[in-house]
């Protein structure tokens, strides 16, 4: 919506940035895939087709129509001599590309693309323990909205991992006062005999520690960073 009234602006930057790509003979992501499709769309599809027996997709809930209908034409069907093998792996409860157009409708699709397909549903979880995984599974039983009413793929995680503390949601009114928590937590923990250095704070990504570093560093308590250089 913020984008809304500067499309005449926007299109004239799209039609330069084309034209340039052009001049230099250079491609772009979106292009690499546009190709793609508009190759195997050509007369010589046919013939790429016959490359592949078998493809194999990761991360299949964070695909978008341009990559279906690559992976659809990259394939020969059931009814070819010689059908390819598709395997897809994939979480709809995990989609998070939807600003790259991507659309978790292609996982649920995927035995309409490929009749015949057998689903395996992964279950066993290796990382966490029961008590995280009974609030994960309280989030994955919410209806997700399809077009026609059903939800995802159904699933029940669990673990051999059944001793763990339940975890606690905590609502902050802003990235300071979620600081603010995490150390008195930390503190607290360590009042109650677990070590600072058996205590550790995950995050999505590193610059997300940037304020909880600030509050620890203001309070004295030691840590290390691991997966991105300190504040």
């Not at 001049?23 to 895939?33: I, N, Q, R």
């Not at 978008?64 to 010689?82: E, F, V, W, Y």
């Amino acid at each position: 919506p913020w984008c809304a009234e500067h499309g005449d602006d926007l299109k004239a930057i799209f039609s330069a940035y084309t034209a340039r790509k052009r001049s230099h003979h250079v491609l772009d992501y979106d292009d690499l895939l546009l190709f793609w499709r508009g190759l195997l769309l050509s007369p010589i599809g046919a013939a790429m087709r016959d490359l592949f027996d078998h493809v194999l997709i990761d991360e299949y809930q964070d695909t978008n129509p341009t990559q279906s209908d690559i992976i659809r034409s990259l394939t020969r069907g059931a009814g070819d001599a010689k059908p390819t093998g598709v395997c897809a792996v994939g979480d709809d409860a995990q989609a998070i590309y939807g600003f790259r157009s991507a659309t978790v409708e292609n996982m649920w699709a995927f035995s309409e693309h490929f009749p015949g397909a057998t689903i395996v549903t992964l279950e066993q979880n290796y990382r966490s323990t029961s008590p995280i995984l009974e609030v994960a599974n309280r989030v994955l039983a919410q209806p997700v909205g399809r077009a026609d009413g059903s939800s995802h793929f159904a699933k029940e995680l669990w673990s051999s991992r059944s001793v763990g503390t339940r975890p606690t949601l905590v609502t902050a009114k802003d990235e300071g006062d979620q600081s603010r928590y995490v150390a008195d937590a930390i503190l607290d923990a360590r009042e109650r005999g677990f070590d600072l250095r058996e205590q550790a704070v995950l995050f999505r990504a590193g610059h997300h520690s940037d304020g909880l570093e600030l509050e620890l560093t203001a309070r004295d308590i030691p840590f290390v960073k691991y997966g991105g250089l300190k504040y």
